[in-house]
């Protein structure tokens, strides 16, 4: 099981890919399908690797995403 | 509710205008006051950074108008009953937030000690050329109320009224001297504490889960809050809606500015302060304001002495425009006469609210000094012929 | 749709959710512009700092920072264009038991306000500045601001910048600032860690905020978008603590120094005043206590 995990919430996402380009494990993608207003947000791609350390989440500026720890 | 002890000087005082309306703001329960110099406003805060310190309360001088008309509303935001005084080039500083006192409701007094204009103009000397800016000085449509004494001792009466009232219906009032009343020195009589009545300021009994910040009552004015008490407002100079939240819509903005006017109405007429005199028989009734109502006076006496039958009707609240009351009058005099140190503004709304019932005659006078009472008498000569 | 997107599970929530108003985002700014990631930041340290968050006021002026008021919830003031340094310090006078942060723009604080701003920091009034930095005039289309570098072209400056900018930081240590940083939007932990820091601190604070704006500054400079603007920082950012404000001015394509520059004790506002009465008035002297009207 992975350290931590993110959560996104797509509809506020304005694609800047903030998150994709800082997260230190390289856990998330920016998706090739759009919210509705058409942005493309981030999906997880490697899931197992999150350590839940939140710096998507401090870095998005549309308070779209944040990881945290899964619990032990 | 009756004044707090601490800021009341009771007794009989020599005090000029500047000085009483200071005594005024402390018995009103003015505890915070930002200022600016200026000349002929300044004596107001002098007296003020001199008697705060010992009643408890903060008086700072700030980097100009533009910081003290806004550092005045972040006090009552922040709990206090404020105030701030300017003159002339000053107060055309502080239009903006004149702007936003009213579309933020903040209870706020700005003491306006009127010197000649335009511009640096007369910075000593007397004149009553800013009525029209007091009312229509900021952008957009708002209302504030304004008042004008003629003495110093009602330079503290209606500093105390002016409070009272900021508070009633959370606008912005003008205390609008002159530099003759403001540096004239005359009897005071400030009185015991218990024969003053104070309007406490109307905090919101609804816990912050049923608050919304701009919802009026009945009366349409909204409750107030302060920050720090856990409601976490949001305050805007953007057009709102009742929650408080930029709302840039058609329907937002006519509600919003509708209301900033219409919760004054009940003052505009109804409570309107006046001093009124020999209108039963008057033919011609003199109508005046400020220190120019004390020349009219003269005026009046003489034109009496010489068989004229003349009325007076002095204007202490100029805005709202209390224009039932001038319509009232001219439907039974053949004219009205409007001395004013400018080259006519109030004359404006006084043949506004006549509406042609009788001839309205203005008497304008440049400023720098105040009229002869001669040309008054001239005038109201003219007026019965 | 070719991929799933999933949104968050019901029971996880965003550290920053309890400190907005989440019924008004999305917010207004523009993908990319770095506003955003200073509030994250901003909800962070009140975090950290376990302040009664019924104490805590924000206070910010015209422009698309000073729309973050708006966003906050806190008790908040959306003030007049260059005036929420005077309006905070009205707050902060009347009632002192508030923790007052100002969060406003470059061009609000420093152009329209830059009076306000050099006077508060004399004075030491409590007050903790952030300014977010975005080089230039967002909110109505890209002119050229306080701030804005040598050479950048800007909407009123279509040839070229040639004024030279402030250097906020130096500015704000020669005005009096009891404390004095700076970091870019690409400094999250950092910045964090110097908000939650200055809400300890007693005193006037400044953190400038160095953020991108995509739409309107990068775009027109060929710089690229939020994401290549937050890359730049990354690359020309120069972590100096302590370093000399006068030698951290900025260019269009330069070094960007980075870091806490000033962190000192200087007696603040009401030290000054207390003692100034004390010794005049003595007993007589009234200490200003929060006021409340209703019950005077």
């Given at each position: 099981?992975?350290?931590?995990?993110?959560?996104?919430?797509?509809?506020r996402?304005?694609?800047?890919?903030?998150?994709?380009?800082?997260?230190?494990?390289?856990?998330?993608?920016l998706?090739?399908a759009?919210?509705?207003?058409?942005?493309?947000?981030?999906?997880?791609?490697?899931?197992?690797?999150?350590?839940?350390?939140?710096?998507?989440?401090?870095?998005?500026?549309?308070?779209?995403i944040?990881?945290?720890?899964?619990?032990? | 509710?009756?004044?707090?002890?601490?800021?009341v000087l009771?007794?009989?005082?020599?005090?000029?205008?500047d000085?009483?309306?200071?005594?005024?703001t402390?018995?009103?329960?003015?505890?915070?006051?930002?200022?600016?110099?200026?000349?002929?406003?300044?004596?107001?805060v002098?007296?003020?950074?001199?008697?705060?310190?010992?009643?408890?309360?903060?008086?700072?001088?700030?980097?100009?108008?533009?910081a003290?008309?806004?550092?005045m509303?972040?006090?009552?935001?922040?709990?206090?009953?404020?105030?701030?005084?300017?003159?002339?080039?000053?107060?055309?500083?502080?239009m903006?937030?004149?702007?936003?006192?009213?579309?933020t409701?903040t209870?706020?007094?700005?003491v306006n000690?009127?010197?000649?204009?335009?511009?640096?103009?007369?910075?000593?000397?007397?004149?009553?050329?800013?009525?029209?800016?007091?009312?229509?000085?900021?952008?957009?449509d708002?209302?504030?109320i304004?008042?004008c004494?003629?003495?110093?001792?009602e330079c503290?009466d209606?500093?105390i009224?002016?409070?009272?009232?900021?508070?009633?219906?959370?606008?912005?009032?003008?205390?609008m001297?002159?530099?003759?009343?403001?540096?004239?020195?005359?009897?005071?009589?400030i009185?015991?504490?218990?024969?003053?009545?104070?309007?406490?300021?109307r905090?919101?009994?609804?816990?912050?889960?049923?608050?919304?910040?701009?919802?009026?009552?009945?009366?349409?004015v909204?409750?107030?809050?302060?920050?720090?008490?856990?409601?976490?407002?949001?305050?805007?100079?953007?057009t709102?809606?009742?929650?408080?939240?930029p709302?840039?819509t058609?329907?937002?903005?006519?509600?919003?500015v509708?209301?900033?006017q219409?919760?004054?109405?009940p003052?505009?007429?109804?409570?309107a302060?006046?001093?009124?005199?020999?209108?039963?028989?008057?033919?011609?009734?003199?109508?005046?304001?400020?220190?120019?109502?004390?020349?009219?006076q003269?005026?009046?006496?003489?034109?009496r002495?010489?068989?004229?039958?003349v009325?007076?009707f002095r204007?202490?609240?100029?805005?709202?425009?209390?224009?039932?009351?001038i319509?009232?009058?001219?439907?039974?005099?053949?004219?009205?006469?409007?001395p004013?140190?400018?080259?006519?503004?109030?004359?404006?709304?006084?043949?506004?609210?006549?509406?042609?019932?009788a001839?309205?005659?203005?008497?304008?006078?440049?400023?720098?000094?105040?009229?002869?009472?001669?040309?008054?008498?001239?005038?109201?000569?003219e007026a019965v012929r | 749709?070719?991929?799933?997107?999933?949104?968050?599970?019901?029971?996880?929530?965003?550290?920053?959710?309890?400190?907005?108003r989440s019924?008004?985002?999305?917010?207004?700014?523009?993908?990319?512009?770095?506003?955003?990631?200073t509030?994250?930041?901003?909800?962070?340290?009140?975090?950290?700092?376990?302040?009664?968050?019924?104490?805590?006021?924000?206070?910010?002026?015209?422009?698309?920072?000073?729309?973050?008021?708006?966003?906050?919830?806190?008790?908040?003031?959306?003030?007049?264009?260059?005036?929420?340094?005077?309006?905070?310090?009205?707050?902060k006078l009347?009632?002192?038991?508030?923790?007052?942060?100002?969060?406003?723009?470059?061009?609000?604080?420093?152009?329209?306000?830059?009076?306000?701003?050099?006077?508060?920091?004399?004075?030491?009034?409590d007050?903790?500045v952030?300014c977010?930095?975005?080089?230039?005039?967002?909110?109505t289309?890209?002119?050229?601001?306080?701030?804005?570098p040598d050479?950048?072209?800007?909407?009123?400056?279509?040839?070229?910048?040639?004024?030279?900018?402030?250097?906020?930081?130096?500015l704000?240590?020669?005005?009096?600032?009891?404390?004095?940083?700076?970091?870019?939007?690409?400094?999250?932990?950092?910045?964090?860690?110097?908000?939650?820091?200055?809400m300890?601190?007693?005193?006037?604070?400044?953190?400038?905020?160095?953020?991108?704006?995509?739409?309107?500054?990068?775009?027109?400079?060929?710089?690229g978008?939020?994401?290549d603007?937050?890359?730049?920082?990354?690359?020309?950012?120069?972590?100096?603590?302590?370093?000399?404000?006068?030698?951290?001015?900025?260019?269009?394509s330069?070094?960007?120094?980075?870091?806490?520059?000033?962190?000192r004790?200087?007696?603040?506002?009401?030290?000054?005043?207390?003692?100034?009465?004390t010794?005049?008035?003595?007993?007589?002297?009234?200490?200003p206590?929060?006021?409340s009207?209703?019950?005077?």
């Open positions: 099981m992975a350290k931590g995990f993110v959560a996104i919430t797509v509809e996402c304005k694609g800047c890919g903030f998150c994709v380009e800082f997260c230190p494990t390289k856990v998330l993608t998706s090739s759009f919210n509705s207003k058409g942005y493309h947000p981030p999906q997880v791609v490697a899931a197992d690797k999150c350590s839940g350390c939140d710096l998507c989440g401090m870095y998005c500026p549309d308070f779209a944040f990881g945290a720890r899964n619990a032990r | 509710m009756h004044a707090d002890p601490r800021g009771t007794g009989v005082h020599f005090l000029d205008g000085h009483a309306c200071c005594e005024g402390l018995a009103a329960g003015a505890r915070f006051a930002a200022g600016y110099p200026i000349t002929p406003s300044t004596e107001v002098e007296r003020f950074a001199w008697r705060i310190p010992t009643v408890g309360g903060v008086f700072i001088q700030m980097e100009d108008e533009l003290a008309s806004i550092t509303q972040g006090a009552v935001w922040g709990g206090a009953k404020a105030f701030t005084v300017t003159s002339g080039p000053g107060f055309s500083l502080m903006e937030h004149i702007g936003y006192a009213a579309v409701e209870p706020c007094v700005f000690v009127q010197r000649g204009g335009p511009s640096t103009g007369l910075p000593t000397l007397p004149a009553q050329a800013d009525m029209m800016q007091a009312k229509w000085g900021s952008h957009g708002y209302g504030i304004a008042l004494p003629n003495s110093p001792q503290f209606l500093t009224t002016g409070f009272n009232l900021a508070e009633e219906f959370r606008v912005p009032v003008m205390l001297l002159d530099e003759c009343v403001g540096h004239m020195t005359e009897k005071v009589v009185p015991e504490p218990d024969q003053i009545e104070i309007t406490p300021r905090y919101t009994k609804k816990t912050p889960e049923e608050f919304r910040l701009f919802e009026p009552r009945e009366d349409k909204p409750d107030m809050v302060k920050a720090g008490d856990g409601y976490h407002f949001h305050v805007t100079g953007l709102h809606d009742e929650r408080g939240y709302s840039m058609v329907d937002t903005q006519d509600k919003m509708n209301r900033l219409d919760k004054l109405k003052f505009t007429n109804g409570r302060i006046f001093e009124a005199a020999d209108l039963e028989d008057a033919e011609v009734v003199v109508v005046s304001y400020g220190i120019t109502s004390r020349v009219a003269r005026a009046i006496e003489m034109a002495a010489k068989g004229i039958k009325g007076k204007l202490i609240t100029a805005w709202p425009f209390p224009e039932q009351h319509r009232d009058i001219a439907a039974k005099v053949k004219a009205l006469v409007v004013e140190l400018n080259l006519g503004q109030m004359v404006r709304e006084v043949e506004r609210s006549a509406g042609g019932a001839k309205v005659i203005g008497v304008p006078h440049a400023g720098g000094t105040v009229h002869n009472p001669e040309v008054i008498l001239k005038a109201i000569e | 749709m070719s991929e799933c997107l999933v949104d968050i599970p019901a029971d996880a929530i965003n550290p920053v959710e309890p400190y907005l019924e008004r985002i999305p917010h207004i700014w523009c993908p990319g512009c770095g506003i955003g990631t509030v994250n930041c901003f909800a962070r340290a009140l975090d950290e700092s376990k302040l009664d968050l019924n104490k805590v006021a924000i206070v910010s002026g015209i422009g698309c920072t000073g729309r973050v008021a708006g966003y906050a919830a806190l008790d908040s003031f959306h003030t007049t264009h260059g005036r929420a340094i005077p309006f905070a310090t009205g707050l009347a009632n002192p038991e508030l923790q007052v942060v100002v969060y406003s723009g470059d061009g609000d604080l420093f152009a329209i306000g830059g009076n306000h701003f050099i006077h508060a920091a004399r004075r030491n009034m007050l903790k952030i977010v930095n975005n080089l230039t005039y967002a909110m289309g890209g002119q050229t601001g306080p701030a804005t050479h950048v072209i800007s909407t009123t400056s279509p040839y070229g910048v040639f004024e030279p900018a402030f250097n906020l930081v130096q704000a240590e020669a005005a009096g600032a009891a404390y004095v940083a700076r970091w870019t939007t690409f400094h999250v932990k950092q910045l964090a860690r110097s908000m939650e820091e200055v300890k601190k007693r005193g006037f604070c400044f953190i400038e905020i160095i953020s991108p704006c995509p739409t309107l500054y990068q775009r027109r400079n060929k710089m978008d939020g994401l603007t937050m890359k730049f920082y990354k690359q020309v950012s120069k972590i100096r603590n302590g370093a000399p404000t006068s030698e951290c001015g900025l260019t269009k330069g070094e960007i120094v980075v870091g806490k520059f000033v962190d004790d200087r007696p603040g506002y009401f030290e000054m005043l207390n003692a100034q009465m010794e005049t008035l003595g007993d007589r002297y009234v200490i206590e929060a006021s009207c209703g019950d005077c």
